[in-house]
């Protein structure tokens, strides 16, 4: 049993192996429709809890959509409805839930929140975002990537905004997976060192900009998210509009990247804010490619941490 709480905490050859059957498993469904079942059936017989504490669109229907399509059934549980939203401890829930279902996926708040139910709990336990990171969003990012570009390795991507929780797993991935990162956005809002450090030690370039045009010279890809997560105040909101609106992904940035560079968004955006609608519906984006994919490396991560 595995759980997956985050990318660096993963081993590289697993997340590599989980990329390789991402792929293969979406090219096996090619031209199915979405509710019909997968030839293999690894989750049959297995109940899958997916516990948001958090609004998601994503994250809810690709977990959802994946372990039916393995042949598993799944329980989507708001935290507000269960005890944990009313005072009773993480490590007694964790204990419970392992009595009844068979994995535990989770979007919550703080990240010890995880990582004291992984610890409870007996069965594996998913990362579905906290205010720290966002795992499997990267990992089919990096899928994304590849499937456009061929191998991520040794390429540049570009975070433009805020160092976020999203920020965080793709410094997580470029130690993994080899790419250099560049960081530009205001030092109020700078990625946290730790992680910083950690890709460095795995051999990668990282850079912290602070100028949007030089940052994104020779990018193969441009990341942003939206200016304001769901973790942060909305008092907050004003400040951090005027911080980073230098940071706008518009196509004037991305004709400094150059023509080849992709654009990524997690979603949800916010259109004209972080980014235009030229660049998420122009030529370089795939937003949407990106969103898709979610459901395929969910599904890998899934069979590894069932290890089937
Ligand atoms: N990108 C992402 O995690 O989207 P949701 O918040 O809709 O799940
Ligand atoms: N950084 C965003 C990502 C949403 C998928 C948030 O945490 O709200």
Known sequence: MNHFLDIHKTEAADL???????????????GR??????????LAGRMVALIFEKPSTRT??????????????????SGADLQLGHGESIADTARVLSRYVDMIMIRTFEEPILLELAEHSDVPVINGLTNRTHPCQIM????????????????KVVWC???NNVC??????????????????????????????????????????RDAERAVEGADLVVTDTWVSMHDSQSTRQRRHNLLKPYQVNESLMAKAGPDALFMHCL???????????VMDGPHSVIFDEAENRLHAQKAIMRWCFGV
């Open 168 to 209: 965080a797993s793709f410094l997580h991935a470029a130690g993994q997976f080899g790419f250099d990162f560049t960081f530009v956005g205001p030092s109020e809002l700078d990625p946290e060192s730790e992680f910083v450090e950690l890709a460095r030690a795995r051999g990668v370039n990282v850079e912290i900009e």
């Open 268 to 278: 949800p955006a916010h259109r004209e804010e972080e980014v235009t609608s030229a």
């Open 16 to 30: 590599r192996a989980m990329i390789e059957q991402a792929r293969a498993m979406k090219e096996a469904r090619a």
């Open 161 to 163: 905004g805020d160092g």
């Open 140 to 155: 089919a990012d990096v899928m994304t990537f590849e499937e456009h570009r061929g191998p991520i390795a040794g390429r």
């Open 33 to 42: 429709s979405r509710g019909a079942a997968d030839d293999e059936q690894p």
């Open 60 to 77: 809810r229907v690709s977990f959802d959509l994946g372990v039916r399509q393995m042949g598993g059934e799944t329980m989507v549980l």
